[in-house]
């Protein structure tokens, strides 16, 4: 595989505690992507269809977005939702990381098409565990659809 400019990764995240955690389990994995990180809903969804604060943002798709589900102005669930109901967001990978062991969550993540779904661990070291493979994963190990890249079109 040719050297491509690297896959942008989209956190969304209210929580600096988990935002600073999150970084900083990807960088001891040396994941040298760029991790774009949102705060709310509201920003992920400006973020990923280009508008607000985000419309000159360079063009094409992270190479995975990692959504927290209890998010203040519009919730994970409703991000997810209009993401997978969208064909030009739908092969974007979604991976919902929450707190949340409720079952009838994970049920709704999965109805609405996420594609994976991790609770985050209480303890550190197994909460950096769990990004770095998370990151690993996404960005080098998993084939994205051609097109869904910032970079693909120049391929």
Excluded: C
Excluded at 27 to 55: I, S
Excluded at 62 to 69: A, C, E
Excluded at 99 to 126: C, M, T
């Amino acid at each position: 595989m040719r050297m491509q400019e690297l896959k942008r990764i989209l956190l969304v995240e209210d929580s600096p505690n988990d935002v600073e955690l999150t970084l900083a389990a990807l960088a001891e994995n040396h994941l040298a992507n760029e991790v774009v990180v949102v705060r709310d809903g509201e920003e992920a969804l400006d973020y990923l269809y280009r508008r607000g604060m985000f419309k000159l943002r360079m063009a094409g798709n992270p190479v995975v977005v990692l959504l927290d589900l209890k998010l203040p102005k519009v919730d994970g669930l409703e991000v997810l939702a209009q993401l997978k109901s969208d064909p030009a967001m739908k092969p974007v990978p979604v991976v919902m990381l929450t707190s949340s062991r409720e079952e009838q969550d994970l049920i709704s993540s999965y109805n609405l098409g996420v594609n994976a779904y991790v609770v985050k661990p209480v303890h550190f070291q197994e909460f950096v565990n769990s990004i770095k493979e998370i990151g690993l994963f996404w960005a080098v190990v998993n084939q994205p659809p051609i097109g869904s890249l910032p970079s693909a079109r120049n391929i």
